[in-house]
């Protein structure tokens, strides 16, 4: 029995930590190989100053090497066009933010834990902000992937504050 519970002890974080790796190397190329997204998708915040959620609905486009588009239907029609060259520094980081979460760059933000793990029919990656600005602002972000066709299907931010953004993506 004890050297069950030894081999136990030696051979569960190999085996947890392959599958992790392997997940890991599946989005990772997933990343690599993105070149266009379209897709209709629906954001809800939850503020903590608002008894109601905010709710905004639209279509998402993503082309390598080009803008980002987040054209909103609902509550009002309005373009958000993210790229590099805006003046402004927070809308500058912010895009930066967004097209690192595309592209996959954030992956490897030294200020991020991240951790990837599977349920039913998705794989799901966890980043926790370790240090800087991030850990100051936000508890923990999770982008969810549908295993089948890897695609991102849900994007949430949980804010130290407790406010929460949750956009989920719908094929068109």
Do not use: A
């Amino acid at each position: 029995m004890r050297n069950l519970l030894i081999l136990l002890v030696i051979i569960t974080p190999k085996i947890i930590f392959g599958q992790e790796h392997s997940i890991e190397k599946i989005l990772k190329s997933h990343f690599i190989n993105l070149e266009h997204i379209e897709c209709n998708y629906k954001q809800e915040k939850k503020l903590s100053m608002l008894s109601e959620p905010l709710i905004s609905t639209g279509i998402f486009k993503y082309e390598r090497n080009r803008n980002i588009i987040w054209e909103q239907q609902i509550p009002f029609k309005k373009t958000f066009s993210i790229n590099d060259k805006s003046e402004n520094k927070l809308d500058k980081h912010i895009n930066q933010f967004i097209t690192s979460i595309i592209n996959g760059e954030i992956l490897e933000d030294k200020r991020l834990e991240v951790i990837y793990s599977q349920k039913n029919d998705n794989y799901m990656i966890v980043m926790i902000p370790k240090k800087g600005v991030i850990k100051k602002r936000i508890k923990k972000i999770t982008l969810t992937f549908r295993k089948k066709i890897i695609s991102l299907n849900r994007f949430e931010i949980i804010f130290k504050n407790s406010d929460v953004t949750n956009i989920k993506f719908y094929d068109n």
